[in-house]
T-cell receptor, first 109, second 114 residues
Framework: AQRVTQPEKLLSVFKGAPVELKCNYS??????LFWYVQYSRQRLQLLLR??SRESIKGFTADLNKGETSFHLKKPFAQEEDSAMYYC???????????FGQGTELSVKP | ETGVTQSPTHLIKTRGQQVTLRCSSQ?????VSWYQQALGQGPQFIFQ???????GRGNFPPRFSGLQFPNYSSELNVNALELDDSALYLC?????????????FGPGTRLTVT
């Protein structure tokens, strides 16, 4: 079954500390993975996709097919990074996105 | 560029009733997806519409149905409401095909079933 797992509901770090939000997936075939973010009082929005291999707001995510993981990382967290982060997998049939449960990132001053 | 809008923002219904939620897609987007987000959970895919046809459906019973109109706006209808239907309902629009991954979400409709 296709599934996305985010094991941490809440991750709390201090400003300037490194951040890693974990995401594991279960998928048969070649996966397409994404990170979506929801800041307070804002809409859910795309943060980054693994295919583009880009860094957005200092965040990067590497697809590790051996470990079936797509962890989101940032070397130095900022207070404005505080938000809900959702890992998502694109289904190979149509445009369905399968979301994880989400991790709330709290960056303290 | 107009973003995705949803109406109403909040709704309270009684078990057994029917509800219709509405969504206007972002300008230029012809694909609309609906998601249910229960408290503390990630969004769960209900179905997607492309050019007024259902284009994929998640694990939801038939009492969840939808429509897409020629202007690409969409409706989600839920019949025979149950308490477990209480959730945030999100609409997302996108371009079709390989660009579907970038979905633009609306603010959601909070449905409470009592």
């Amino acid at each position: 079954a296709q599934r996305v797992t985010q094991p941490e509901k809440l991750l709390s770090v201090f400003k300037g500390a490194p951040v890693e939000l974990k995401c594991n997936y279960s998928y048969s075939g070649s996966p397409e993975l994404f990170w979506y973010v929801q800041y307070s009082r804002q809409r859910l929005q795309l943060l980054l996709r693994h295919i583009s291999r880009e860094s957005i707001k200092g965040f990067t995510a590497d697809l590790n097919k051996g470990e079936t993981s797509f962890h989101l990382k940032k070397p130095f967290a900022q207070e404005e990074d505080s938000a809900m982060y959702y890992c998502a997998l694109k289904d190979n049939q149509g445009g369905k996105l399968i979301f994880g449960q989400g991790t709330e990132l709290s960056v303290k001053p | 560029e107009t973003g995705v809008t949803q109406s109403p923002t909040h709704l309270i219904k009684t078990r057994g009733q029917q509800v219709t939620l509405r969504c206007s897609s972002q300008s230029g987007h012809n694909t609309v997806s609906w998601y249910q987000q229960a408290l503390g959970q990630g969004p769960q895919f209900i179905f997607q519409y492309y050019r007024e046809e259902e284009n994929g459906r998640g694990n939801f019973p038939p009492r969840f149905s939808g429509l897409q109109f020629p202007n690409y706006s969409s409706e989600l209808n839920v019949n025979a409401l149950e308490l477990d239907d209480s959730a945030l309902y999100l609409c997302a629009s996108s371009l079709p095909g390989p660009l579907t991954y970038e979905q633009y979400f609306g603010p959601g409709t909070r449905l409470t079933v009592t």
